[in-house]
């Protein structure tokens, strides 16, 4: 297809891990990325891999690159009522980004 | 190193009037993506330029849209005669290489 795909909503209780899941389109991306936005906010950018890469730690971020499946990843551990914010997946793809409709990430007590 | 700096934050325009969106990028950043964001909704690619050159603008809607990156100066987004449906939030994103890309702040277009 032509969209990078994203679940729209994720729900987790504080403390535990969150997995966010997404799947891109095109096998020759060569930097795929994460942003964070916070309501009325811009985007942050939390963390990227490059394309040859299958694995990114970053202090509770921890990125999995299924480069066969096109199917990349964010892991948060131990999630915090500051992680609440909508998680955009994104690809470099024929030099423009293009960015997937966001996973909206709800924290329970 | 001043991050992305978009202004207006917030832009209200009656309809007919011409919006200009300004992006300054981060120093030493040749390279400008706009997108724009309605509400509950992802990013939508618009253009992508560095400086004076339109690399891609497949994502500009074909009329009344025109964006430009000059030598000097930021970077304008243009929209002339606005109507309701370009109320939306604009974003800027500046990058080194087409690598990672920064965002700014956002511009809040609201047409009345």
């Known amino acids: 297809g032509e969209d990078v795909e994203q679940s729209l909503f994720l729900s987790v209780r504080e403390g535990d891990s969150s997995v966010i899941n997404c799947t891109y389109t095109d096998s020759s991306s060569t930097y795929l990325y994460w942003y964070k936005q916070e309501p009325g906010a811009g985007l942050q950018l939390l963390t990227y891999?490059?394309?040859?890469?299958d694995m990114k730690q970053d202090q509770r971020l921890t990125v999995l690159l299924n480069k066969k499946d096109k199917h990349l990843s964010l892991r948060i551990a131990d999630t915090q009522t500051g992680d609440s914010a909508i998680y955009f997946c994104?690809?470099?793809?024929?030099?423009?980004?293009?960015f997937g409709s966001g996973t909206r990430l709800s924290i329970r007590p | 190193n001043a991050g992305v700096m978009q202004n207006p934050r917030h832009l209200v325009r009656r309809r007919g009037q011409e919006a200009r969106l300004r992006c300054s990028p981060m120093k030493g950043h040749s390279h400008v993506y706009w997108y724009r964001q309605l509400p509950e909704e992802g990013l939508k690619f618009m253009v992508y330029?560095?400086?004076?050159?339109?690399?891609?603008e497949s994502g500009m809607p074909k009329e009344r849209f025109s964006a430009e990156f000059p030598k000097e100066g930021p970077s304008i987004l243009r929209i002339q005669q606005v109507v309701r449906g370009d109320s939306a939030a604009y974003f800027c994103a500046s990058s080194r290489r087409e690598t990672e890309a920064f965002f700014g702040q956002g511009t809040r277009l609201t047409v009345v």
């Open positions: 994104a690809e470099n793809r024929a030099s423009k980004i293009i």
């Open positions: 891999i490059f394309s040859n890469m």
């Open positions: 330029l560095q400086k004076e050159n339109i690399i891609d």
